[in-house]
Nanobody, 123 residues
Framework: QVQLVESGGGLVQAGGSLRLSCAAS????????MGWYRQAPGKQRELVADLITSGSSANYADSVKGRVTISRDIPKNTVYLQMSSLKPEDTALYYCKVVVKPERGSGRMYQYWGQGTQVTVSP
C-alpha cells in the first residue's frame, strides 16, 4: 500500500506562484511514474504535467507550458509542481498520481492518487 501526502495549495493572486509537493510512502520497490492532474468544478480531470522516472524529460499540458515545472526528489520519493504566472483558470483541485512497482522483478504496476490540494487563483 502506498500513501500520498500533498501540500502547497492555497489562495494566490493572478500572476503569483505556488509550489505543490506530493510525498509517497509505504511499501513499494520503485516509482515508475509521477504526475500532477487537476480538476476544476464541472470539468473532467486533466493532466497538468508528468514524468517517467526512468527518463529525463517531462510532459506538460499546452495550457501550462512555460509556467509550470515538474520535478522530483528521488531519495524523498517526492514530486513537486512549481507553478508561476498563475491565472484564474488554473483554479482547481490538484491531484498527484504515482505508478509503482511493488516488488523487485514484479511485472505488476499499481497506481495511486493523492487526496488533492486546492489551488485558487483570484483575478
Amino acid at each position: 500500500q502506498v500513501q500520498l501526502v500533498e501540500s502547497g495549495g492555497g489562495l494566490v493572486q493572478a500572476g503569483g506562484s505556488l509550489r505543490l509537493s506530493c510525498a509517497a510512502s509505504g511499501s513499494f520497490f520503485a516509482i515508475n511514474y509521477m504526475g500532477w492532474y487537476r480538476q476544476a468544478p464541472g470539468k473532467q480531470r486533466e493532466l497538468v504535467a508528468d514524468l517517467i522516472t526512468s527518463g529525463s524529460s517531462a510532459n506538460y499540458a499546452d495550457s501550462v507550458k512555460g509556467r509550470v515545472t515538474i520535478s522530483r526528489d528521488i531519495p524523498k520519493n517526492t514530486v513537486y509542481l512549481q507553478m508561476s504566472s498563475l491565472k484564474p483558470e488554473d483554479t482547481a483541485l490538484y491531484y498527484c498520481k504515482v505508478v509503482v512497482k511493488p516488488e523487485r522483478g514484479s511485472g505488476r504496476m499499481y497506481q495511486y492518487w493523492g487526496q488533492g490540494t486546492q489551488v485558487t487563483v483570484s483575478p
